[in-house]
């Protein structure tokens, strides 16, 4: 298995770089386990990892339709922040952000964590007095926020438009430092690894087809490598949630599947050294350590499958960029894609047991599941190993619709467009 | 996406405002009934594949209209007035 040290960097440079031992196992399917994971995202592959780490379970497959990190895990914006309002989300994003870092430590692996900080523009006096409550709000549940005044914005962000003329002039904003950036693809690769070590089979090119009954419990999936059977069957799919929970039965969640756009320009010097959002309308950018300007904005809005958008929503993200940095005007964009997001009803996500015997669900991860990925297959493990939610994810139910106790960040109601 | 207004002809998306899952039976206003009121406004069927949905040409002749679309490939199959087939 490959181990990485100064030592084998060297032994490797020196052998041409053709003696690597792949990072985790091409094993068959077993005919049962204790637990499957169905997805092989970075939720999935940290639940695995988890399992077995924290709770000695280690019978375990992750299935994966396609390639690990064909989906979300691959295609985000590379933000992980803990910048939230509400009690519930603060204490489960605080949890991740401890997590991550220390992550690269505890996988042996360098998912290239850099706390760069998370800036938020405030363009209002509504929105600096928002931001003050937030950065309380906090602040108060142990997490890190400093409010910044326009002086020190101009002198942390040179590139930024800081004219009175501006569209949308900058009054200050909110700084979460320990907030960042990770390489994503290393986070799935890390935690395959570390997984795959401790006996986990990692199984790609697996699609789940079909789920196996024993009256309404679930005991096992089909898939198009045969069948599995297992005492649990957990179910971290993200975008597929509906296409999967469809094949139980299941097609009455609180989610909806949109399309969230990304993009990256081609490569500049050191411009914008900290992750920067617009207050003026919804945009972020960092710039990656190639040099390219990471970016996105809004949902294109509507609901779909397809792992491509529309060009308006193109228009209006290179609008808000260039409103904030006019100085790029002339960056060409190198490439463009699009992922598929469960949108959940109150933007919050749902880390629970069930909905059916046997059954357990992580979905509704909306824009900002990269940065959940530790917090999220830590509780999920949690869940899955005891048969019931640990107090970090215990808000995160299926049922808090139907009960009225939603966690609406934003306070938008269930217009899933709009989380 | 380019949408065909029954009204005015075929339109680029950008005139278009998304206004959700079609599918859906709002229970009758005086209804104490939770679980249908939950399940109007909380629960998707979350199609893939041929979604009726609601769209407002809200930058043109402002109808409301029910399109069937595939959220699998974006291809619009049918677009028709809301009040003609809204329930
Ligand atoms: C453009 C974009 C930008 C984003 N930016 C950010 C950001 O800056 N910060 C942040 O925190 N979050 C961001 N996100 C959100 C984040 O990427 C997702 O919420 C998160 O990755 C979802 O969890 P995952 O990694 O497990 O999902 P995925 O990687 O999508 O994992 C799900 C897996 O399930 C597999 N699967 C589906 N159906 C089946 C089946 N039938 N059988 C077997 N396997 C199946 C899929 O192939 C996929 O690999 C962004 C997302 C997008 C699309
Ligand atoms: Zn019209």
């Known amino acids: 298995m490959a181990e990485y040290s100064f030592l084998s960097l060297l032994r490797n440079a020196l052998s041409g770089n053709e003696d690597w031992k792949p990072a985790w196992r091409k094993p068959d399917p077993r005919p049962s386990y204790d637990v499957i994971v169905i997805g092989g995202g970075g939720h999935g592959l940290s639940t695995a990892y988890y399992l077995a780490k924290e709770h000695g ?184 949630t509906g296409r999967v929970m469809k094949l139980a039965g299941i097609d009455n969640l609180p989610i909806e599947s949109h399309v969230l756009q990304a993009f990256v320009s081609e490569s500049l010097k050191p411009l914008i ?24 904005g809004d949902l294109d809005g509507y609901n779909t499958y397809a792992q491509r958008g529309n060009l308006p929503l193109v228009e209006e993200v290179m609008s808000e960029l260039l409103a904030m940095f006019p100085n790029l005007a002339r960056v060409r964009l190198l490439r463009s894609w699009g992922g598929v997001m469960d949108m959940s009803m109150d933007g919050s996500p749902i880390i629970t047991p069930g909905p059916l015997p046997g059954m357990f669900l992580n979905c509704g991860w909306c824009y900002g599941g990269f940065k959940a990925t530790p917090a999220s297959g830590w509780c999920f493990a949690h869940t899955i190993a005891r048969g019931e939610a640990h107090p970090l994810n215990a808000a995160f139910t299926l049922d808090r619709f139907a009960r009225g106790i939603l966690i609406d960040e934003k306070g938008q109601g269930a217009t899933p467009k709009w989380h | 996406m380019l949408i065909a207004c029954p009204y005015c002809g075929p339109r680029d998306l950008s005139e278009f405002t998304y206004q959700g899952d079609a599918n859906r039976t709002r229970p009758n206003p005086m209804s104490n009934d939770q679980s249908a009121w939950n399940a109007y406004v909380y629960e998707r069927v979350n199609t893939a594949g041929d979604h009726r949905e609601f769209w407002q040409h809200s930058g043109g002749c402002r109808a409301h209209l029910v399109v069937i679309r595939s959220t699998l490939t974006h291809e619009i199959k049918s677009v028709a007035f809301a009040r003609e087939t809204a329930k």
């Open chain 1, 273 to 296: 050294n900290q992750v920067v959002t617009f207050g003026g309308g919804h945009l972020y950018v960092s710039q990656s350590d190639k040099g390219g300007l990471v970016f996105g």
């Open chain 1, 57 to 240: 379970i280690t019978n375990v497959a992750v299935l994966e339709k396609g390639y690990l990190g064909s989906g979300n895990v691959g295609r985000n914006t590379t933000i992980v922040r803990s910048n939230y309002l509400l009690p519930d989300n603060i204490r489960f994003y605080e949890h991740s952000m401890k997590l991550w870092e220390n992550l690269s430590h505890d996988l042996n692996y360098n998912v290239m964590f850099s706390q760069r900080g998370v800036l938020n523009l405030a363009h209002t006096p509504a929105q600096m007095d928002e931001h003050a409550r937030r950065g309380n709000a906090m602040r108060h549940e142990g997490g890190d926020a400093v409010l910044l005044g326009r002086e020190e914005v101009a002198r942390m962000v040179p590139g930024l438009d800081m004219s009175a003329s501006a569209r949308f002039p900058v009054l200050g904003g909110l700084l979460q430092p320990r907030a960042g950036t990770a390489r994503h693809d290393a986070v799935a690769w890390g935690y395959a690894r570390g997984a795959d070590r401790r006996g986990v089979d990692i199984l790609e090119n697996c699609e789940v087809t079909g789920f196996l009954r024993e009256g309404e419990r679930v005991v096992g999936v089909t898939t198009t490598r045969g069948e599995i059977r297992a005492k649990k069957v957990a179910v971290a799919v993200a975008g597929s």
